[in-house]
């Protein structure tokens, strides 16, 4: 399985979390996080280059000044979802103390980075998360979901809301959302990575490092091709591992998300 967000332990995730959502609300404190917007007040400058397949974003420090590469050829347009998100991400580099002060000192030179959630590098990981934070601050996503029950359209609003990628959406919510949910990412009829809220019920997903489940809305897209649009409800013993016998039809609900471009399935999963 791929490095994810659980793998930066509770306490670290917090201070990054507080950092992102600092920022945020100083800098943007009523309207959308603009990532060039705080660039532009720290004095980092900024360009939107066509860089091929080298990275998504960079960041340098030259002559005690920062930049932020962006790469335009690894993303839709500017202003996209993900180009905020990789934006977002540089800016984690700059601001995490400790990322900035290697990039300062020359000892890690300015890295490449990768923003699709499958990096394994620390460093990589912590800025993914600190980018999740800063675009979705925790106390406004917290305000929003107060007293709401969950369903798949609060990831979709909040996702609109902040202009952050509905992947990305839900993996916030897996952290600070007010219900469980498991997301799993598969493609090929594999399952690529796999996060879950702490007190989601089961721990492991089926079909791990072997084909996805048959019975499961991501698991019927790999076999024939069908893509529902719609929330459907599958059985704990459909998707989840170590399931007592009598939770075998314990009820789930799951949502996919089929992308086309990047050959993927996201499947959300929750319970009443
Ligand atoms: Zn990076």
Request: proline share 4%; charged share 25%; glycine share 4%.
């Amino acid at each position: 399985m791929t490095s994810n967000y659980f793998a930066i332990s509770r306490s670290r995730q917090e201070e990054l979390s507080d950092l992102a959502e600092f920022i945020a609300n100083e800098y943007c404190p009523d309207v959308t996080i603009e990532p060039e917007l705080i660039a532009k007040k720290q004095g980092i400058s900024y360009c939107y280059g066509n860089y091929e397949d080298s990275f998504d974003g960079l960041t340098e420090h030259e002559f005690g000044k920062f930049h932020i590469f962006i790469n335009l050829d690894r993303h839709s347009h500017e202003g996209s979802e993900r180009m905020r998100f990789t934006f977002g991400h540089e800016l984690g580099h700059y601001f995490i103390d400790e990322h900035r002060n290697a990039l300062m000192s020359g000892q890690t030179p300015s890295h490449p980075s990768f923003t699709d959630f499958s990096s394994k590098n620390p460093a990589e990981v912590e800025a993914d998360f600190f980018s999740a934070s800063l675009l979705m601050p925790k106390n406004r996503i917290v305000k929003y979901c107060f007293r709401k029950k969950f369903n798949f359209s609060i990831i979709e609003e909040l996702s609109l809301k902040y202009k952050v990628s509905t992947t990305a959406t839900a993996l916030k919510f897996a952290t600070i959302g007010n219900h469980p949910i498991m997301i799993v990412r598969s493609s090929n009829n594999k399952i690529d990575w796999f996060k879950r809220s702490h007190d989601f019920p089961y721990k492991w997903p089926k079909g791990l490092k072997k084909q996805l489940p048959e019975y499961t809305l991501a698991g019927t897209f790999f076999k024939n091709c069908t893509q529902y649009k719609e929330t459907l409800p599958i059985t704990a013993n459909e998707w989840f591992e170590n399931v007592r016998e009598k939770d075998v039809d314990r009820p789930f609900y799951e949502r996919c998300i089929y992308s086309e471009k990047y050959n993927y399935v996201l499947s959300v999963i929750w319970e009443d």
